[in-house]
């Protein structure tokens, strides 16, 4: 498998975990541009809500996918091959093309 843009590693991650804050992005693919990500997504049509998580010392956006589809439906023919073959490397039992 070649190597994948981080952004893929992200939306993967959204298509198997349903959720994504910016520390999760960051730590896991060292990826420090998340809301743009999402931008994004939304803009082509995947159906992501944000919502705020209150800590001590202030609050952070969690990023939701409500509905798998939408987000797969965003994805250019490419982009969707490329993350199929990350979940597949994954063995994610879940995933349904």
Request: hydrophobic residues 35%; charged residues 25%; aromatic residues 6%.
């Amino acid at each position: 498998m070649s190597k994948q843009p981080k952004q893929n590693y992200v939306i993967a991650h959204l298509l198997v975990r349903g959720s994504i804050t910016s520390w999760e992005a960051i730590t896991a693919f060292r990826h420090t541009r998340l809301a743009h990500i999402i931008y994004e997504l939304r803009n082509g049509g995947a159906n992501i809500k944000t919502i705020d998580e209150i800590h001590h010392g202030g609050k952070h956006a969690r990023y939701i996918l409500v509905n798998r589809q939408t987000l797969l439906d965003a994805l250019s023919p490419k982009n969707k091959k490329d993350i199929c073959d990350l979940l597949k490397a994954a063995n994610d039992p879940n995933f349904k093309q």
